[in-house]
C-alpha cells in the first residue's frame, strides 16, 4: 500500500500504522479512509495530501 505525505506539514500517512486516534485502524489504505479525515497534525484536508514513495 502507498504511503501519502501532507503538503502542509509533512506528515506521512503510513497504512501499516493507519491513525487509531483518529478511528482508522492500521491496515487501512489512503483511498478506504473517509473523506471527512483531517490530517493528525495540522488538520488539512486529505485532498492536500500526495503519493509518496
Same mark, same amino acid.
Given at each position: 500500500?502507498?504511503?501519502?505525505?501532507? *503538503?502542509?506539514?509533512?506528515?506521512?500517512?503510513?497504512?501499516?500504522? &493507519?491513525?487509531?486516534?483518529?478511528?482508522?485502524?492500521?491496515?487501512? *489504505?489512503?483511498?478506504?479512509?473517509? @473523506?471527512?479525515?483531517?490530517?493528525?497534525?495540522? &488538520?488539512? @484536508?486529505?485532498?492536500?495530501?500526495?503519493?509518496? @514513495?
Amino acid at each position: 500500500m502507498d504511503k501519502y505525505i501532507c *503538503s502542509v506539514c509533512g506528515y506521512v500517512y503510513e497504512p501499516n500504522k &493507519g491513525d487509531p486516534d483518529n478511528a482508522v485502524a492500521p491496515g487501512t *489504505s489512503f483511498e478506504d479512509i473517509p @473523506d471527512e479525515w483531517l490530517c493528525p497534525l495540522c &488538520g488539512a @484536508d486529505k485532498t492536500l495530501f500526495e503519493k509518496t @514513495d
